[in-house]
C-alpha cells in the first residue's frame, strides 16, 4: 500500500482524534513531509468545520451532501 493511501485511510479517524499515539505519529509525520496530504488534511478540516456551522443552521440536505462529496473526490 503506498503512503499516501494509508494517510488517506487514518485522515478520518485523525480528525476525529481516534487514532492511537503511533497511528497519529505516523499521520503527522507523513503530514509534513508530503504536500498533498497534508491539502487534503487542510481541505477536510475546513469541510468539517463547515458542515458543523451547516448542521447547526439547519439539517443536511441529501443534495448537500452530494456536493460536498463531489467536492472531495475533485481535490
Ligand atoms: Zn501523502
Known sequence: MCECDRC??????FLD????EWERAEAEEH????SYCRRRYVFEEKLRMYVRQTVAAEA???ELK???????IAL
Open 8 to 13: 488517506e485511510q487514518l485522515l478520518q479517524p
Open 60 to 62: 443536511m440536505s441529501p
Open 31 to 34: 503530514l509534513q513531509r508530503c
Open 66 to 72: 452530494q456536493k460536498l462529496a463531489s467536492l472531495r
Open 17 to 20: 482524534r481516534q487514532l492511537d
